[in-house]
């Protein structure tokens, strides 16, 4: 209102001037008409104004949101930098992983052999060891016997009685016992499957 006032004061003031200029020109506006105006362009100007302001703000609001969207994308990229060389650290020591595996798979077959070739000796030192026992058994009868060299008995030799002939003839003593050695061979021989 206070607005109004001073608009008709002015714009009386405007009229006594424009009365002393416009004398000679044709067309006179009432004061009615130029209020009516001046206030349509008031109103105008208002809504620009505010529109004006409203564009402002929203500048303000669009410029922060690009400065803190600048913000997000610096530390994007410094994170996105931190997990690039993150990757290739992991990527370096899954390959120093890989080698290490290829190097222990490489040393487990060479294990692998060498239990292999090792058991296999032990398997030829048991049968080695049994065949030793059985000769060692054998000796040791022998010997807990104490018999002389001679005396085959008891070792799978037939004993041969000196009063057999062979074919129907007397032998003498070292035909027998010749003899006797040569059946008792034939039958050691045989028992053992030679």
Do not use: W
């Not at 104004?49 to 609001?61: F, G, I, Q, R």
């Not at 610096?74 to 290829?102: A, D, G, I, M, P």
Request: charged residues 30%; proline residues 1%.
């Amino acid at each position: 209102m206070a607005f109004g006032a001073s608009l008709q004061s002015n714009l009386s003031d405007h009229e006594s001037l424009d009365d002393s200029e416009n004398e000679g020109s044709d067309e006179e506006f009432s004061f009615d008409e130029l209020k009516q105006s001046y206030n349509m362009l008031f109103k105008e100007s208002f809504k620009i104004n505010e529109s004006n302001l409203k564009m402002a703000e929203n500048y303000n609001n669009s410029k922060k949101e690009l400065v803190t969207a600048k913000k997000q994308v610096e530390e994007l990229q410094v994170f996105l930098s931190n997990v690039t060389s993150e990757k290739e650290k992991l990527s370096k020591e899954v390959e120093s992983l890989q080698e290490k595996n290829r190097v222990l798979i490489e040393l487990n077959t060479a294990s692998d052999d060498k239990i292999n070739m090792l058991n296999t000796e032990i398997g030829n030192a048991n049968i080695l060891f049994e065949r030793l026992n059985i000769g060692s058994k054998t000796l040791d009868d022998i010997l807990s016997i104490q018999r002389p060299a001679s005396d085959k008995t008891g070792l799978r030799f037939c004993e041969v009685s000196p009063s057999k002939t062979l074919e129907g003839q007397e032998l003498s003593g070292e035909d027998q016992t010749h003899m006797g050695q040569e059946m008792g061979f034939a039958l050691s021989c045989c028992s053992y499957g030679y």
